[in-house]
């Protein structure tokens, strides 16, 4: 409010005076330490408030420089739970707009790569060549004159959350060439539909879709739905003609197989006879587990799912009838002490 003139209204201008002096008294009294220190001196509530103002100007102006300054050059730590100090960083970012000092989206994606610690150089790297959409290998592959060969894998993160990864396979002037495509977040879950919706939708953002020669992915139940379900979705894809299944999958398989005829079996009833030999198979076994527990490597989340399955491969040992077994089991104990011993 304007003050009044004081000569030619001196008693409105003294109730005017009364008032400011009132105000000020009241904002002072709002205040302590430093603050209060700097409008000690301040004759009117317009001066005091705006002595203020000049001072937290200053102020968020020293708080927006440290926090970007925190949000490019702090590492996040390999101990502590990634989500949680990536969301710390988006907080960040929120704090900076409500500063008036907003950041696209872009720039807070490129201080989350290059805080990530050094365990995850790999993927700071990959992360690191993102140009806007997609990888920057994207215009080479969209160029190619000829097909390409993509291969794909799924995975669960620590944090629950579905994942699958497509790389690209070509020759250019009789140089094999092997990179990333695209890592792409499956919301819902590895199921055949979600990862053909995916895959779909990586081809036509790059342009490949008229470009696949075959396609290579482990032998999973959902991966033969993926390439069942591509092939409709794609019409340009050959569908099980050009369906790979991966080499190193099945002699895995079939390495599984083969040694899983040497396994002590929980039930016993049909084969144990108490001999010596047998219970010094078991004891052999058992100490060799207690001592390199870290050997066992199934993979629960995969059994429970089924993306890693043995589905399509018969178990001749399962056919077998009890006299059958028990022959076969006299047949390869002498294998199973060697293999223990």
């Known amino acids: 409010m304007k003050a009044p003139n004081a000569t030619s209204h001196p008693d409105e201008y003294k109730e005017w005076q009364i008032k400011d002096q009132e105000a000020c008294a009241q904002i002072t009294l709002t205040l302590k330490d430093e603050p209060l220190s700097g409008v000690m001196y301040e004759t009117s509530a317009a001066a005091t408030w705006k002595k203020l ?5 200053g102020k968020g102006k020293q708080s927006i420089a440290y926090i970007i300054g925190d949000l490019f050059r702090g590492t996040l730590a390999d101990d502590q739970p990634m989500e949680t100090q990536l969301n710390a960083m988006h907080q960040k970012a929120h704090i900076l707009a409500s500063l008036g000092q907003p950041l696209n989206n872009s720039l807070i994606a490129i201080a989350m790569v290059i805080s ?5 150089s790999t993927l700071r790297t990959i ?3 993102v140009t806007g959409k997609g990888y920057p290998h994207g215009s080479r592959v969209r160029e190619y004159d000829g097909r390409i060969s993509f291969t794909t894998d799924a995975w669960t993160a620590p944090n629950h959350k579905a994942y699958v990864a497509f790389c690209v396979h070509l020759e250019q002037e009789g140089v094999p060439l092997s990179f990333p495509l695209d890592i792409v977040e499956v919301v ?6 979600e990862l053909a919706q995916a895959f779909a939708d990586v081809l036509h953002e790059f342009g490949l879709a008229t470009k696949i020669l075959s396609i290579t992915c482990d032998n999973a139940s959902n991966n033969d739905a993926m390439i069942d379900e591509l092939a409709r979705n794609v019409p340009t894809f050959g569908g099980k003609a050009s369906h790979t299944r991966c080499f190193l999958h099945i002699v895995n398989l079939m390495a599984k197989s083969l040694i899983r005829q040497f396994d002590i079996k929980k039930d016993m009833d049909a084969i144990w006879d108490g001999s010596g030999e047998r219970r010094e198979l078991e004891d052999l076994a058992g100490e060799e587990m207690e001592e390199a527990p870290d050997l066992d490597v199934t ?3 995969q059994s429970a799912t089924g993306i890693d399955n043995d589905e399509g491969w018969v178990d001749e040992i399962e056919l077998l009838t009890p006299e059958e077994l028990e ?3 006299e047949a390869i104990l002498p294998v199973k002490l060697a293999l223990a011993k």
């Not at 103002?53 to 100007?57: F, N, P, Q, V």
């Open 53 to 57: 103002g000049d001072r937290y100007e």
């Open 116 to 120: 990530l610690p050094q365990s995850y």
């Open 127 to 129: 992360l690191g060549n």
């Open 188 to 193: 819902k879950s590895h199921t055949g539909h």
């Open 299 to 301: 993979n629960d989340e």
């Open 327 to 329: 022959e076969l089991e």
